[in-house]
Antibody, heavy 123, light 106 residues
């Protein structure tokens, strides 16, 4: 069974940084991109960026370039999202997701998702 | 930058067919995926590569993509289908989500 496990929630004060983990299991980690998606309360999905665990090649959405860093640890099959200089406007749920098999699923669909990490930024 | 547009809401009667659209320039030349998201849950992939259903997704869900519009069709809508639906495309190195459509079955 493919699983992506994220911490349920975290809280930080403005100006602090935070790293969210996404522990994967049930598949070969390096075979699938991991992406991160933000969702503010009552709003839509925002693509933050993605990483190819094979070579750590990353691309970021225009709104997030320079503000976040995505990384992986292949030894533990874990992906990370690092958020820096947090603002109250970063309060949201952050999801990690796995890209489906690129040979069988064209267009980069995301076939397995974590449950999301609810991040609250408040003083 | 590339954008895709969805209507904010669609309402359908139980048992009827709902059509949710996603519009973008020459969208038919790209592969579109669709996600269903219920309150408090992560998104679930329901259609990929324009028309394909992942295992476990009911046949009531189908997709099409031509010209500037992709369509997610739900036949025989049920109250359990009430959710937000998002289209998604991959444009060069960027993933783009539509703004989402809230489906009400009423």
């Amino acid at each position: 069974e493919v699983l992506l496990v994220q911490p349920g929630a975290d809280m930080r004060e403005p100006g602090e940084s935070l790293t969210i983990s996404c522990q994967t299991s049930g598949y070969t980690f390096s075979d699938h991109w991991i992406t991160w998606v933000r969702q503010k309360a009552g709003r839509g999905l925002e693509w933050m960026g993605r990483i190819d665990p094979t070579d750590s090649y990353t691309t970021y959405g225009p709104s997030f370039q320079g503000h976040v860093t995505i990384s992986t640890d292949r030894s533990t099959a874990t992906a990370y999202l690092h958020l820096r200089s947090l603002k109250s406007s970063d309060t949201a749920i952050y999801y990690c997701a796995r890209r489906g098999d690129p040979e069988a699923m064209r267009g980069a669909p995301f076939d397995h998702w974590g449950q999301g990490t609810r991040v609250t930024v408040s003083s | 930058s590339y954008e895709v547009t969805q209507a904010p809401s669609v309402t359908v009667s139980p048992g009827q067919t709902a059509s949710i659209t996603c519009s973008g320039e020459q969208l038919g030349e790209k592969y579109v995926s669709w996600y269903q998201q219920k309150p408090g849950q992560p998104p679930v992939l329901v259609i990929y590569q324009d028309t394909e259903r992942p295992s476990g997704i009911p046949e009531r869900f189908s997709g099409s993509n031509s010209g500037n519009t992709a369509t997610l069709t739900l036949r025989g809508a049920q109250t359990t289908d009430e959710a937000d639906y998002y289209c998604q495309v991959w444009e060069t190195t960027t993933i783009i989500f539509g703004g989402g459509t809230k489906l009400t079955v009423l």
